[in-house]
């Protein structure tokens, strides 16, 4: 997802709220660290140990730079796995990456004592405007052309070999609220709450039925948070049942509608890139595919939003 969301902002804060409290003298794991700075503010705030885990050597590295430079290497560890268990373990921005999320579930309950507790947070689901992450050069881009015809257009910018989505780097899983919700019910974790934060804009539209394209974010239990979801290992095994979060479409006191603006400034060159995905359209028909994506009506669109930036 973009960056441009946090720039300047403290993203533990805005995705979980004030969290000083909870985590003051626990440890806590940062699961899916990547470049540690929100490890290094987990330790800033008062958690007793931080363990960051990843699975990019490349990422590991420099989050272990950024909690020296910090002064946190004390307390901040950075590794591929660990058998330390947590009181707290964090993930933000990330279910919608995982190429087995049920997998990662099951992992987090391992990595948690019992009673512990994990907060996370992620945007931009698959029917999000923005759900197909680069791939959502203008609204919905990544359902109005084909995974075939994307990957093509993708190609000419990255060289990574990767023929589909969930082979990009980073991965994309392609993750919606209802299938969310099915792992999380599946899992032996016990659901506090979950909610469903709807994008300003189209707050008059959200409902039951539209919550997949109109949904921006996932929001769980603290009052002032931005995007959490919070579920509890048990403290002693059974002791309470596990089933799926209650579900409520809640006031987004924070969301702006500026990331659709953030996007649209990353991709002001958008007549370039709906060219390209053009090119890259008609290639895959050629090559067989039987894509009959509404192209005209895209291009109309793309105008529109380019012209109102």
């Not at 993203?11 to 899916?32: A, C, E, H, N, S």
Request: net charge positive.
């Amino acid at each position: 997802m973009g960056e441009s969301i946090y720039e300047g902002k403290s993203k533990l804060k805005m995705t979980l709220g004030d969290i000083r409290g909870l985590v003051r003298g626990k440890t806590v794991i940062d699961f899916g660290c990547g470049e540690g700075l929100e490890s290094v503010e987990l330790a800033r705030i008062g958690a007793g140990r931080v363990i960051g885990i990843d699975i990019r050597d490349s990422m590991l590295a420099k989050a272990a730079a950024n909690a020296r430079t910090a002064g946190m290497h004390e307390c901040c560890e950075f590794t591929t796995a660990t058998s330390t268990k947590a009181d707290i373990l964090i993930c933000l921005d990330s279910f919608e990456h995982f190429a087995d999320p049920a997998t990662v579930l099951a992992t987090m309950y391992d990595l948690l004592k019992p009673g512990g507790t994990v907060l996370t947070s992620f945007v931009w689901t698959w029917y999000h405007p923005f759900g197909g992450h680069l791939f959502s050069v203008f609204p919905w881009a990544h359902l109005l052309f084909s995974e075939e015809a994307l990957i093509r257009w993708r190609a000419q910018i990255r060289s990574d070999g990767a023929t589909r989505f969930g082979e990009v780097e980073g991965g994309l899983n392609q993750m919606t609220i209802a299938r969310f919700e099915k792992l999380v019910s599946a899992s032996p974790f016990r659901v506090e709450r979950l909610e469903l934060v709807p994008i300003r804009k189209l707050r008059p539209l959200h409902c039951r039925m539209t919550r997949e394209f109109t949904t921006a974010l996932i929001r769980a239990k603290r009052e002032r948070t931005w995007a959490a979801v919070l579920f509890r290992r048990p403290s002693a095994p059974h002791s309470e049942p596990t089933g799926a979060a209650s579900v409520r479409q809640v006031r987004p006191d924070v969301l702006r509608w500026g990331c659709i603006a953030s996007q649209k400034e990353s991709f002001h060159r958008g007549g370039y890139v709906l060219e390209n995905l053009r090119q890259a359209t008609l290639k895959s028909k050629q090559a067989g595919d039987k894509d009959r994506k509404p192209f005209r009506s895209v291009k109309n669109h793309l105008f529109r939003l380019t012209r109102s930036s």
